[in-house]
């Protein structure tokens, strides 16, 4: 069982930056998949990145691609999306997520965060 919970969201101006957090609970996380999705209203919830239990996988939308950076470290069970550059398009509520393989679907991921929600104005 892995718990999830973000934080690190708010209002930035177009061309700033944010750092999600996303601090996980048990004993599993180190063997877990990492990744974060978005959801805006009235749109599907929407692969943005993720990363392999190691660390030395990645993967990014092409949206984000050059703007987003998401690392994590596992002895504080905690995955960070880095992001730079915001533009009004990113507004949407950022979700956490831990599954056991990489992969762009919601689906794939059993495990899910309460969600913080980034705005970006322009």
């Known amino acids: 069982q892995v718990q999830l919970v973000e934080s690190g969201g708010g209002l930035v101006q177009a061309g700033g930056s944010l750092r999600l957090s996303c601090a996980a609970s048990?004993?599993?996380?180190?063997?877990?998949?990492m990744s974060w999705f978005c959801q805006a209203p009235g749109k599907d919830r929407e692969f943005v990145a993720a990363i392999s239990w190691s660390g030395i996988n990645t993967r990014y939308a092409d949206s984000v691609k050059g703007r987003f950076t998401i690392s994590r470290d596992n002895a504080k069970n905690t995955v960070y999306l880095q992001m730079n550059s915001l533009k009004p398009e990113d507004t949407a509520v950022y979700y956490c997520?831990?599954?056991?393989?990489?992969?762009?679907?919601?689906?794939?991921?059993?495990?899910w965060g309460q969600g913080t929600q980034v705005t970006v104005s322009s």
């Open positions: 997520a831990a599954g056991p393989r990489i992969g762009d679907g919601p689906g794939e991921y059993e495990y």
């Open positions: 048990g004993r599993t996380f180190s063997r877990q998949i």
